[in-house]
T-cell receptor, first 111, second 114 residues
Framework: GNSVTQMEGPVTLSEEAFLTINCTYT??????LFWYVQYPGEGLQLLLKATKADDKGSNKGFEATYRKETTSFHLEKGSVQVSDSAVYFCALFRSARQLTFGSGTQLTVLP | DAGVTQSPTHLIKTRGQQVTLRCSPISGHKSVSWYQQVLGQGPQFIFQYYEKEERGRGNFPDRFSARQFPNYSSELNVNALLLGDSALYLC?????????????FGEGSRLTVL
């Protein structure tokens, strides 16, 4: 079946540090890949997506590249801000009309 | 524009009781999905509804049921509550049945079962 494995947290960084959150997946065929973010007290929001191999999704300074050869979709940001503190979820969409999520990574950015 | 709205935001029930959670999708969105998020885990798919019909079901027992109304709002019902049903229940909407994984989530209904 489909599954997503995420880097375990929590992750604590200082402002302006470089961020990487690892995500690997298992799926048949060619899934679409997503990063969703959950800010404190808010619902999940789509951060970025990629629908085919070698696509790069980007938004708000975050990037992730769909790597089929390594079945990965790692999230990166060159310089994090305090406002980036949130829980980040990697997810895939293949079929059966559902998103399959990873377990989430809590990010805290300190000033 | 209003996003996905869910009610109630918090509720406490005891084992064996029944609960109904409500969701209003974004205006114009015809598909509603329900997810369960247990503390410390990612959301798990429960149902998808489109045009009042169930179009997808996750690996949840028959105690879980849902329906969608003509105005595209939806209710999730859980019967015979267990302690393990304590979770954040998320509703998400999308424009059509053939969604590509781009869902718009509400803030959720946090259910505590004692």
């Amino acid at each position: 079946g489909n599954s997503v494995t995420q880097m375990e947290g929590p992750v604590t960084l200082s402002e302006e540090a470089f961020l990487t959150i690892n995500c690997t997946y298992t799926a048949t065929g060619y899934p679409s890949l997503f990063w969703y973010v959950q800010y404190p007290g808010e619902g999940l929001q789509l951060l970025l997506k990629a629908t085919k191999a070698d696509d790069k999704g980007s938004n708000k300074g975050f990037e992730a590249t769909y790597r089929k050869e390594t079945t990965s979709f790692h999230l990166e940001k060159g310089s994090v801000q305090v406002s980036d503190s949130a829980v980040y979820f990697c997810a895939l969409f293949r079929s059966a009309r559902q998103l399959t999520f990873g377990s989430g990574t809590q990010l805290t950015v300190l000033p | 524009d209003a996003g996905v709205t869910q009610s109630p935001t918090h509720l406490i029930k005891t084992r064996g009781q029944q609960v109904t959670l409500r969701c209003s999708p974004i205006s114009g969105h015809k598909s509603v999905s329900w997810y369960q998020q247990v503390l410390g885990q990612g959301p798990q798919f429960i149902f998808q509804y489109y045009e009042k019909e169930e179009r997808g079901r996750g690996n949840f027992p028959d105690r879980f049921s849902a329906r969608q109304f003509p105005n595209y709002s939806s209710e999730l019902n859980v019967n015979a509550l267990l302690l393990g049903d304590s979770a954040l229940y998320l509703c998400a909407s999308s424009l059509s049945l053939g969604n590509t994984g781009e869902l718009f989530f509400g803030e959720g209904s946090r259910l505590t079962v004692l």
